[in-house]
Structure formats: structure tokens, C-alpha cells
């Protein structure tokens, strides 16, 4: 037995604007305009998949599903809302229907569910919605040996109920997928909980500071001893001790203890000091993962607002590993294309 994360689509909510050309994206491979998503697969000793979990179903995902292996994931979970993360979900749950007559396994925060069934009210009925709350652990029924954390994040206020999504394998094995992502909102232990994970895979809209996008950066300039960013820090000064405006997105208004007890929690160690972290490099820095891969890469806000080139694949990749390397970094930084597998767990884990 061996697990694998396959990376199914790698673009954020545009790859490729309509009359306009991206050179991180090849417009005449489907492949590459699909959203970011991903698939944890269990495969046996002969190579064939016994279980499939996908992380996030947006524009492109069924037509990679199809040419893959064409089969039905085992369970969807959603980060976050938006339809660059849902689309796909309609088409899975309606296939899964069909050829089962059950109803389909998703998983997500409550808040993010119920935002999302307002754009497929159709299939209420047909999903067995698996709640994910704050901080809990849960074990995944559809896989043996795998548990979930749904950790907050915030990523504007249209995004309820977002979060970023740490798998566990027999509790020895972590790989963390940030979603869309400005800021984490995480306590204390949570940091020293997300030490030394395997693998994260993460949001990289912008190199550079544009927090006006909700997106955080890659790194913060002044790392590199430029210029700090005059937009980090407006926003700081006019956002930056509203605490209560970042969790608002996911917080019920109904009273739940798991999840209000979670942000008292945090809003305790910010006010006793804990930083806000708004790069990959800061998180990478705090948590010491051992392995990163850039996702959902614009360069827009880059080229707009820094006036810098907006980067093919080799380029964000050769510029992500000097710029770590330049910051002492310890990770390995990766730029992954539609369909490579990152190794996981193997038969001697």
C-alpha cells in the first residue's frame, strides 16, 4: 500500500482571461486551466486505487478526473465556498447518485456548506454533509487511518466558513492544504501542532504584498532587503488590530462552544502577542514544514502594483527557491504541474 497526492488542477479563479494570454498557463492544454485541486489516493501493491479523497472541485476537475482513471472520488472536501472551488461538485454527486442511488460524502465547516448550497440548492438532497468544526479532529469514514483538522482562515469577507485542511495518516504522516488564504487564523497550539509536516500546498496568487486581493503574499520584501510594501503596510494600520473583522466570516451566529471556544482562544494569544502571518514564507517559518507547493499562481497584482514580470513555471520556480534560500529557509519549494504525485506515505511507514 502506498498514498500519493496528485495535484489536479494548479490555476487560480482565471488561468487564462478571456482575449488575453498567461505565461504560467498553456491555453491549449485543458489541463492547464483548471482550478487548484487535489486527490490523497491510496493505491495497492498492483497500482490500482483503492480509496480517493479530493480536496476542492472547481472549473476543470471532472474533464482531469475523466482522462485520468475516470472513477468517482470516495469524498469531496471544500476549503472554502467560492466556485473556483465548487463547480465540479454538482457533476460528482449527480454521477455518484446515478450509479449508486446514495447520497455523496462532503465534508466541510458549517458555514461553508450552507454558502455553498445556495449555488447547488439541487443536491441537498443527495449529499451526506460531514461537518468539520473548528480545531476538531475527526476520523474520515471513507478511509482507514486518515483524520482531518479544519483550521480557520481568512480570505475576505464573502469567504464563510473558510479554512485550511491538515490530513493525518495514523496520526505519524501530515499534509496541509491552505486553500484561498490572506491569513491564518490559528492559535498558539495549533502552530506547534503543524510542526515538521510532510507537505503543504498552498496559495501563491502574489509574490508580493496585495492584501486588498485576500490572498497573502509568497514573501514580505524587506526579507530580501527591498523595499517594504507601502500597500502591507496601509492595510496594517487600518486592519491589522481589527481581530474581530477577520474571524467574523466564521463565526456562526448561533452559539456553537467548539467553535467560539476556539476563537476566545485565539483572540487570548493575539492579544498576548501572537503575530499575524501574511506570507508563505512567515507560515513556512513558523510551522518548519519540509516540503511546499506553490498553487493558484497569478502575478497580476505583481505586474499591476510592483510592476513586476509576471512568471512562467521554471521562472516562479527557480525564483521561489533562491528567494527561500536568500531567507534561510529549510523547506524545499516546489512549482507542481497538472498530474505530478508527491509521494506521501509508502508500505514501510
Known amino acids: 500500500m502506498s498514498i500519493y497526492i496528485r495535484t489536479n488542477g494548479r490555476g487560480n479563479a482565471w488561468p487564462v482571461p478571456l482575449g488575453q494570454e498567461h505565461p504560467f498557463y498553456d491555453k491549449s492544454k485543458f489541463e492547464d486551466l483548471a482550478n487548484a485541486s487535489f486527490s490523497i489516493i491510496e493505491y495497492d501493491k498492483d497500482k490500482c486505487i483503492n480509496k480517493e479523497l479530493l480536496i476542492d472541485a472547481g472549473h476543470g476537475t471532472i474533464q482531469y478526473l475523466i482522462k485520468s482513471n475516470n472513477r468517482i ?17 454538482d457533476w460528482i454527486v449527480q454521477s455518484y447518485k446515478r450509479q449508486h442511488n446514495k447520497k455523496y460524502p462532503i465534508y466541510a465547516s458549517p458555514l461553508c456548506w450552507e454558502q455553498t448550497l445556495m449555488a447547488f440548492p439541487q443536491i441537498g438532497n443527495m449529499v451526506e454533509f460531514k461537518p468539520l468544526l473548528t480545531g476538531k479532529s475527526r476520523k474520515i469514514d471513507e478511509f482507514n487511518g486518515m483524520e482531518l483538522i479544519f483550521y480557520p482562515v481568512f ?58 486581493s485576500n490572498h497573502w503574499s ?19 494600520k487600518s486592519k491589522g488590530n481589527k481581530t474581530n473583522w477577520f474571524i467574523r466570516p466564521n463565526i456562526p451566529v448561533k452559539y456553537n462552544k467548539t467553535i467560539h ?82 509521494a506521501w506515505v509508502n508500505d514501510d511507514d
Open 73 to 89: 472520488p470516495d469524498a469531496i472536501f471544500l476549503t472554502h465556498p467560492h466556485i473556483d472551488h465548487t463547480l465540479s461538485i
Open 261 to 342: 471556544g476556539f476563537f476566545e482562544e485565539f483572540l487570548k494569544d493575539t492579544f498576548n502577542g501572537q503575530e499575524l502571518i501574511l506570507s508563505v514564507f512567515d507560515f513556512c517559518k513558523k510551522i518548519d514544514t519540509k516540503n511546499i507547493c506553490l498553487v493558484h499562481y497569478s502575478g497580476s497584482e505583481d505586474f499591476k502594483h510592483y510592476e513586476k514580470n509576471i512568471l512562467d513555471t521554471n521562472e516562479l520556480q527557480s525564483w521561489v527557491v533562491e528567494s527561500a534560500i536568500k531567507s534561510r529557509l529549510k523547506s524545499k519549494f516546489f512549482v507542481p504541474r497538472v498530474g505530478d504525485m508527491f
Open 218 to 236: 509568497v514573501f514580505r520584501p524587506e526579507i530580501l532587503g527591498e523595499e517594504k510594501s507601502e500597500f502591507l503596510k496601509s492595510w496594517l
Open 155 to 212: 480570505h475576505g469577507e464573502a469567504a464563510a466558513g473558510a479554512g485550511m485542511l491538515l490530513f493525518e495518516y495514523k496520526k505519524i504522516r501530515k499534509a496541509v492544504f491552505t486553500g484561498d488564504i490572506l491569513l491564518p487564523l490559528l492559535r498558539k497550539r495549533d502552530y506547534e501542532y503543524l510542526q515538521n509536516c510532510d507537505i503543504v500546498y498552498t496559495d501563491a496568487n502574489n509574490r508580493y504584498p496585495y492584501p486588498n
